[in-house]
């Protein structure tokens, strides 16, 4: 049974910081695309950043800069460290798993707000 299971989120004043972390089970992790995207009330879901396999990042160009998305293979685990928030960036952040077959985790809320 393949599962992502997504933590980290909560409210977070503009400027400040978060750590989202996705931890992987069932999946083959070393041959995926792991990726988080996210999704604010009535928008479409957007790419935030991906690791390849080989760890080759790419980022949006909203959060470049601000943003770090890394992984750890021997843990399973993808992590988004998320730097100088702002409010826009509040939205249900999703990991994603992507070989052969994509997976999506349930989400978490992240709320940049004072």
């Known amino acids: 049974q393949v599962q992502l299971v997504e933590s980290g989120g909560g409210l977070v004043q503009p400027g400040g910081s978060l750590r989202l972390s996705c931890a992987a089970s069932?999946?083959?992790?070393?041959?995926?695309?792991m990726g988080w995207y996210r999704q604010a009330p009535g928008n479409q879901r957007e790419l935030v950043a991906t690791i390849s396999s080989s760890g080759s990042a790419n980022y949006a160009d909203s959060v470049k800069g601000r943003f770090t998305i890394s992984r750890d293979k021997a843990e399973k685990t993808v992590y988004l460290q998320m730097n100088s928030l702002k409010p826009e960036d509040t939205a249900v952040y999703y990991c994603n798993g992507r070989w052969v077959y994509d997976y999506w985790g349930q989400g978490t809320q992240v709320t940049v707000s004072s």
């Open positions: 069932g999946i083959i992790f070393r041959l995926y695309t």
